[in-house]
């Protein structure tokens, strides 16, 4: 390969590379969620993370994205959330992804009964930073939210 097609591939690779790490990065997210590794959302969000989950409204920084978190999940017993249909736009340290998530929550202590499952989408805005690619917006878009919702609001009978 000559020298001018290299440099010109570059950026190509680049891009792919970044594309690779953010989808890596839903991925892990999704792992967080289903671990309940509430310590490890810093390994995907930014300190500064502003975010939208639907109810209740926009929400600012670390503490408000874990506390949104844990409100729901830590309420109910087994998760799988599986996030695909990934598409990523990389402009040099900034990028966008969108990404389907079907998530599935059991009651607990019942793995064979009450269930509550939510699909939507999320839309994030990433940024490199120093630790590497990080959220610093999330919007999830919710299409269908079905089965017990008590599964997720510990009001479990």
């Given at each position: 390969m000559k020298e001018l097609e290299v440099k010109q591939a570059l950026p190509q690779?680049?891009?792919l590379l970044d594309e690779r790490e953010i989808t890596r990065g839903l991925s892990r997210f999704a792992r967080i969620l289903d671990t309940k590794s509430w310590d490890q959302l810093g390994d995907v969000f930014a300190q500064d993370i502003?975010?939208?989950?639907?109810?209740?409204?926009?929400?600012?920084g670390m503490t408000a994205l874990r506390a949104n978190m844990t409100r729901f999940l830590d309420q109910c017993g087994g998760t799988q959330h599986?996030?695909?249909?990934?598409?990523v736009d990389v402009d040099g340290d900034h990028a966008v992804s969108s990404s389907y998530v079907q998530a599935r929550h059991q009651a607990v202590g019942d793995t064979g009964g009450k269930v509550f499952d939510s699909n939507g989408e999320y839309i994030d805005r990433w940024e490199r930073r120093p630790e590497g690619w990080r959220i610093v917006r999330r919007d999830a878009r919710w299409a269908t939210l079905t089965g017990d919702s008590s599964v997720i609001a510990g009001k479990q009978k």
């Open positions: 690779l680049q891009a502003s975010f939208d989950y639907g109810a209740a409204g926009e929400q600012h599986l996030i695909g249909s990934v598409l």
